[in-house]
């Protein structure tokens, strides 16, 4: 190490595996996001002038097959300008004023918050910070404007960001799961739609099981993390796909599709809004 920087002695040079595992990073799009494109380019061009040409080659070779995409399914990408701001205010331990819309408010409102770090999330980057004392999460996608200040960030030193995300994320999951056990009959002409759509509702960890089948319908038993998501799934592919199990649900069900039927009939004069 000089002051300058970090130097890489030649006589210790990178082996064809350890040029793969570098140059083929597939973590390169979350470098640009937080503004630091280039900085990697440099960096990656200068070990390569140091690294034989066959490790360079190889390492090549694995690129050309492997891509990240971090975008999900139908998601357009998110406009993140202000997280090479948020970077540099985390580095170096200064509070931040937030411009922020939370999900759900019609308008965006003022937060003073000391930042953890920046968490990408598949995709979506998160602002982990204190707010009031209490650990918060911030989507940087529905920040509207942020001012670093010139105050130093008052966090817990026994904590880091790992340990506060890890925790954050569990409380998440576990507050908004309402796990449900049901069973559904399928028609098989549309049972691979239907394992399509089903699956991002499944509780973490499970899978459909298939526990009967006859005259063209398959009989499904999954658990699914919410009652709401249970009803609208029930509804949205009647009369293909019929929730057979567990019986009060059903019910649930029926009563739904009732008011469903009463507030879409097409004999009304009116129409949904108005009602």
């Not at 040079?13 to 280039?38: K, N, Y």
């Not at 390492?59 to 971090?70: I, K, M, N, P, T």
Request: glycine share 6%; no cysteine; charged share 25%.
């Amino acid at each position: 190490m000089q002051a300058s920087g970090w130097v890489h002695h030649r006589r210790e040079r990178l082996d064809f595996t350890e040029a793969q595992a570098l140059f083929a990073w597939t973590s390169r799009e979350s470098v640009a996001d937080l503004g630091l494109g280039p900085e990697l380019t440099g960096a990656l061009a200068k070990v390569a002038a140091s690294a034989s040409t066959g490790a360079v080659q190889r390492a090549e070779s694995l690129g050309a097959v492997l891509l990240s995409d971090r975008r999900r399914w139908f998601a357009a990408a998110e406009q993140v300008p202000l997280l090479p701001l948020l970077r540099k205010a985390a580095e170096s331990r200064r509070r931040v004023r937030l411009t922020y819309r939370g999900a759900g408010t019609p308008r965006p409102g003022i937060r003073t918050v000391d930042p953890w770090g920046l968490v990408d999330q598949s995709g979506a980057w998160y602002l982990v910070a204190l707010h009031r004392g209490r650990e918060r999460t911030f989507r940087v996608s529905r920040m509207v404007a942020a001012t670093v200040l010139d105050e130093p960030a008052q966090l817990p030193v026994e904590e880091d960001l790992a340990t506060v995300w890890a925790r954050l994320r569990a409380n998440f999951e576990r507050e908004r799961a309402r796990p449900v056990a049901v069973e559904f009959l399928v028609d098989d002409s549309i049972a691979r739609d239907f394992r399509m759509v089903v699956g991002s509702q499944l509780v973490t960890g499970t899978d459909v099981e298939l526990i009967g089948k006859s005259g063209g319908r398959e009989r499904w038993r999954m658990r699914l993390r919410a009652h709401r998501a249970v009803l609208a799934q029930a509804l949205a592919w009647a009369p293909t796909v019929a929730l057979v199990a567990p019986a009060e649900l059903v019910a649930d069900v029926g009563r739904q599709a009732h008011v469903a039927a009463n507030l879409y009939d097409p004999e009304r004069t009116t129409t949904p809004d108005e009602r």
